[in-house]
């Protein structure tokens, strides 16, 4: 089994800066992708940053220039840097991994954290 643990959400004042890490634990043999999302209240959950095992990023326009995301696959770790936060930024925010299993026989397959609140205050 696998579990993901967020950590580093809470309160910030707008222009703040937040540090999330995710923790993968368990039966690994390797994490591939992994990623960030979040969900504001009424709202889908919506990609934020996403980076592949060998480093390459992506993100999504809204975070361009704000967001960084790091990984340590030492750890089995991925950060998310937030700066310049705004209260449109205020959301669940989820970890996810795509993980391959260290049981046999190994398979691919995706994992979330239980999610952290970051809220920001205008």
């Known amino acids: 089994q696998v579990r993901l643990v967020e950590e580093g959400g809470g309160l910030v004042q707008a222009g703040g800066s937040l540090r999330l890490s995710c923790v993968a634990s368990?039966?690994?043999?390797?994490?591939?992708?992994m990623g960030w999302y979040r969900q504001a209240p009424g709202n889908k959950r919506e990609l934020v940053a996403t980076?592949?095992?060998?480093?390459?990023?992506d993100y999504t326009d809204s975070v361009k220039g704000r967001v960084t995301i790091s990984r340590d696959n030492a750890k089995n770790t991925v950060y998310l840097q937030m700066n310049s936060l705004g209260p449109e930024d205020t959301a669940v925010y989820y970890c996810?991994?795509?993980?391959?299993?260290?049981?046999?026989?190994?398979?691919?397959?995706?994992?979330w954290g239980q999610g952290t609140q970051v809220t920001v205050s205008s």
């Open positions: 996810n991994a795509w993980v391959v299993g260290a049981t046999l026989p190994r398979y691919e397959r995706s994992y």
């Open positions: 368990g039966t690994i043999f390797s994490i591939n992708d």
């Open positions: 980076i592949t095992k060998g480093g390459n990023t």
